[in-house]
Nanobody, 126 residues
Framework: QVQLAESGGGSVQPGGSLRLSCTAS????????MGWFRQAPGKKREGVAY????????YYAASVKGRVTISQDNTGNTLYLQINDLTPEDTAMYYC???????????????????WGQGTQVTVSS
């Protein structure tokens, strides 16, 4: 299994944008889904977006749809999350994760993901 490392978080004002990166050490060719999740203090971890590399499809949570874009570089070893029009409700630790079973396509659930990065903090405040 690969190891994942997130970067790109920080403090931004409402309305700003950030691009988060997740670098995989090792090949991601046997992953089924690569996803981004977030967890705010006192709240449950929630899925933000995922990509199914073999089919090229993407999925976005309703809470971020229209403001977020998930993508990968040509090698598939770097996963990105572009977040625009940030609000204080986006404040959370953001994690990238890899799923190796196609069960990840049935529901966007953290339990389907078995490899996780350590997270990068995003704070949105004025």
């Amino acid at each position: 299994q690969v190891q994942l490392a997130e970067s790109g978080g920080g403090s931004v004002q409402p309305g700003g944008s950030l691009r988060l990166s997740c670098t995989a050490s090792g090949s991601t060719s046997n992953t089924a889904c690569m996803g981004w999740f977030r967890q705010a203090p006192g709240k449950k971890r929630e899925g933000v977006a995922y990509v199914y590399p073999r089919g090229g499809s993407t999925y976005y949570a309703a809470s971020v749809k229209g403001r977020v874009t998930i993508s990968q570089d040509n090698t598939g070893n770097t996963l990105y999350l572009q977040i625009n029009d940030l609000t204080p409700e986006d404040t959370a630790m953001y994690y990238c994760a890899a799923a190796y079973s196609s069960l990840c396509l049935r529901s966007f659930d953290a339990q389907s993901y078995t490899t996780w990065g350590q997270g990068t903090q995003v704070t949105v405040s004025s």
